[in-house]
């Protein structure tokens, strides 16, 4: 195991080297000067130069990038353009925000996938079989965006059950950070509760066949015994590391949720960024997600690993 | 992985051959794939009316009559009129031009890109592609509509410069499929068998693999255009792709959502329509997975 680990972080880091120099090429990319970029187009020449000295554009390539990486490795993403903010202290409000945003759609979407799925599985041909196909279906196609409209028009207007739109940290008030979470949580566990749930259905079909499931019932066992103990058992391995993999519709999915339900997150914070071409914000969270994902990537196939071991012997 | 129907029946001994019914054939078999065929009816009749769209809207999509504001759906605006009083039913239609276009120029970059990609990787192998493959994994792994909201960041918004950013997000998943099947189609005895022949590399990678590995990039094109469909919309509803007052279904519905009090039918239809043409494409794209591809449908993305 120790050595599949050490090979695992040796490939990650020619991968996270490349995805920095991505990130951080990106400003050059863009058309015009980066010290015009962040100025804006009404400055004097003295006032260009003193900035590209600060910001160092005066170096070569390389030397730049490696000055870079060397503040990001010691935490020091740059200043915000637009608001003068360490990006870091940006990151930091916005993480826990995001964070309860996709907690909450994980358990909505476990809560929904798991009995759909075991369902599915143990009646292949019942209604309710034929409802996950038609479920996922539906819920892959459905673009995140209108399903909050939806869930807006429906439970916020219609029916004023539910508010659309704030945020309170949990921690605060559970009541009505519970409350404001339902929509947004709905909306973004959608399509990773149509996966989940065809994934289970998929993960249990296969175990239910095994021999060892053929001879638990063989000796006697209930129906429900050989399905939770058994079945259901070996086929959780499967859906745990799947469940891992879904952190990247989590981001994706939240930025458009997080527009809808004007929710102060992470993914509002790039949007803006963008919007307001505000590029090291932009940098220093798209860095954050490529190495939050980088990590849980890996975190998974350890416990992929670990859990099976003709993985790190193949 | 990807024998294409002509092998296996050429591969048969001539008496099995006989045995084998004539409408057995791709298109005989695509036939029988009943809701892939309803989606690409739909596809079809979205797509006229995207050519026809100036000769089939009742109304000019950007004409505006403030008098007609927040009309709700009715037999001269079947979709009610937005805002600035403008037809929805005939904005709807016209954005159908925005959305297909989307589709297919992603699907021609992602497949001129990711293609050749792939071919050269799977061919040659080396150090060169293993980590350019690695770098496409990661990207694969990262969500698509950063990746695009990036690009977007770097290009600036627009219509033209969404559709590159689709496009370009979608390379990876071509490279790496077209290069599982190079790695493992060049070791086939056919390919062997021509490489004996002579042949240089380019023959061997466009005339004799390609041709073979088409049927899982067939069914990648249909995933690729419905999801570069739904990345259209969605960097639209952002405020990253097309522009108001230029019709586009996520744009619209980014408009309609802060109006959903005075006027809910502007939420409601410009989805219909991306949910619509979503669902068909990826009908079309099980069906010619059940056809021609093999192993499991390609994934897409979320938005």
Redesign the interface.
């Known amino acids: 195991m120790g050595k599949y680990v050490a090979l695992r972080l040796v490939q990650l880091l020619p991968v996270l080297l490349l995805a920095s120099i991505a990130v951080w090429l990106m400003i050059y990319l863009i058309p015009g000067d980066p010290a015009i970029a962040m100025l804006g187009p009404d400055v004097t020449a003295e006032q260009l130069a003193r900035a590209r000295e600060r910001m160092g554009l005066d170096r070569p390539l390389p030397v730049q990038y490696a000055l870079w990486l060397g503040r990001v490795v010691q935490g020091d993403l740059g200043v915000s353009y637009v608001g003068s903010v360490p990006v870091r202290t940006m990151l930091a409000q916005r993480i826990p925000v995001t964070l309860q945003l996709t907690i909450a759609a994980l358990l909505v979407a476990l809560a929904i996938a798991a009995p759909l799925g075991i369902m599915a599985a143990i009646r292949p041909r019942s209604w309710i079989g034929r409802l996950v196909g038609v479920y996922s279906a539906l819920a892959m196609a459905v673009p995140t965006f209108w399903l909050g409209i939806l869930l807006v028009l429906l439970f916020g207007l219609q029916l004023q059950w539910l508010p659309t739109s704030g945020f309170v940290p949990i921690w605060e008030d559970p009541g009505r950070a519970l409350r404001l979470l339902i929509l947004p949580a709905l909306t973004l566990s959608a399509y990773v509760s149509a996966v989940l749930a065809r994934f289970t259905r998929a993960a249990l079909l296969e175990t239910i066949s095994q021999d060892y499931v053929r001879t638990a019932r063989a000796k006697g066992l209930r129906e429900r015994a050989v399905v939770g103990a058994h079945a259901l058992r070996n086929a959780l391995i499967p859906i745990v590391t799947v469940v891992g993999l879904q952190f990247g519709a989590f981001m994706g999915g939240a930025v458009i949720t997080e527009a809808i339900f004007d929710y102060p997150g992470l993914g509002r914070m790039l949007l803006q960024a963008i919007l307001q071409r505000d590029y090291t914000v932009i940098q220093g969270t798209m860095l954050f997600v490529v190495l939050s994902f980088a990590l849980i990537n890996l975190l998974t196939d350890l416990l992929y690993a670990y859990l099976d071991p003709r993985i790190r012997y193949s | 992985m990807s024998v294409t129907e002509a092998q296996v029946v050429a591969a048969a001994p001539a008496a099995i051959r006989a045995t084998v019914p004539a409408e057995r054939g791709t298109l005989a078999r695509l036939s029988r794939q009943r809701a892939g065929l309803a989606g690409l009816g739909v596809l079809a009749v979205l797509a006229l009316l995207a050519l026809a769209a100036p000769l089939v809207s009742p109304r000019d999509p950007l004409a505006q009559d403030r008098a007609d504001q927040f009309r709700p759906p009715s037999l001269a605006n079947p979709f009610g009129t937005d805002e600035f009083g403008r037809d929805i039913f005939s904005r709807v239609i016209h954005g159908a031009r925005i959305s297909l276009l989307t589709g297919a120029v992603a699907v021609l970059i992602a497949a001129l890109v990711g293609v050749p990609l792939g071919l050269l990787g799977g061919f040659f192998g080396g150090w060169v592609d293993a980590?350019t493959m690695?770098?496409l994994?990661?990207l694969l792994?990262?969500?698509?509509?950063?990746l695009a909201?990036?690009i977007?960041?770097?290009l600036g918004?627009g219509s033209f410069n969404a559709m590159l950013a689709v496009g370009v997000v979608s390379v990876p998943a071509f490279a790496r499929l077209t290069r599982a099947s190079t790695l493992s189609l060049k070791e086939r005895e056919f390919v062997l068998a021509t490489r004996a022949l002579g042949v240089g590399p380019p023959y061997l990678m466009f005339r004799t693999i390609l041709p073979n590995a088409s049927g899982p990039l067939l069914v990648q094109m249909a995933v690729t255009a419905?999801v570069a469909m739904?990345l259209e919309?969605?960097l639209s509803?952002?405020?990253?792709g097309t522009r108001p007052p230029d019709p586009s279904w996520?744009s619209m519905?980014?408009t309609?959502?802060s109006f959903?009090?005075q006027a809910?039918w502007y939420?409601?239809f410009?989805?219909i329509a991306?949910?619509g043409a979503?669902?068909s494409l990826?009908a079309v794209a099980d069906a010619l997975q059940a056809v021609v591809g093999g192993g499991s449908r390609p994934s897409?993305?979320?938005?």
């Not at chain 2, 792994?141 to 950063?146: K, T, W």
């Open positions: 980590v690695r770098f994994d990661f792994a990262v969500p698509a509509i950063l909201m990036v977007i960041a770097v918004p419905a739904l919309a969605a509803f952002l405020g990253l996520g519905l980014n309609g959502r959903l009090h809910p939420g409601l410009p989805g991306i949910t979503v669902l990826n897409g993305a979320t938005a």
